[in-house]
């Protein structure tokens, strides 16, 4: 995930896929991930964007602090123990995986 040549603050796009009847746990968890992640001073103000692909995945794109906020989040324990949430309802998909993904301009539902 962390990119050394990268300065500054980084844009991530993610992408969950849920777990049989677990869609709408992991809509509640993905919409407190940026403000937890911020309120550890791990990610900037900039505006999440939440939406979902055909096949039901979750995509988010928000943006880090920097490459040390990503590294520091990987040793703090909230964020630690909100990403076994996301663990508990949802796989991590390749964006490239997505159906979407796969044309120049990738369309999808917004949830916020």
């Not at 990268?6 to 991530?12: A, E, H, K, R």
């Not at 996301?86 to 979407?100: G, H, Q, R, T």
């Amino acid at each position: 995930m962390n990119n050394n040549t990268y300065t500054g603050s980084i844009l991530v796009i993610c992408a969950y896929r849920p777990k049989p009847g677990k869609e709408d746990d992991l809509l509640e968890i993905v919409k407190e991930h940026v403000p937890i992640l911020r309120g550890a001073g791990l990610a900037t103000g900039r505006t999440p964007h939440i939406m979902k692909s055909g096949d039901g995945t979750i995509v988010e794109v928000f943006e880090w602090v920097s490459s040390k906020a990503i590294e520091e989040a990987h040793t703090n324990p909230v964020v630690l123990e909100m990403w076994n949430k996301f663990n508990i309802c949802s796989d991590p998909v390749n964006l490239s995986d997505l159906y979407e993904a796969k044309h120049p301009y990738s369309d999808f539902q917004p949830i916020n």
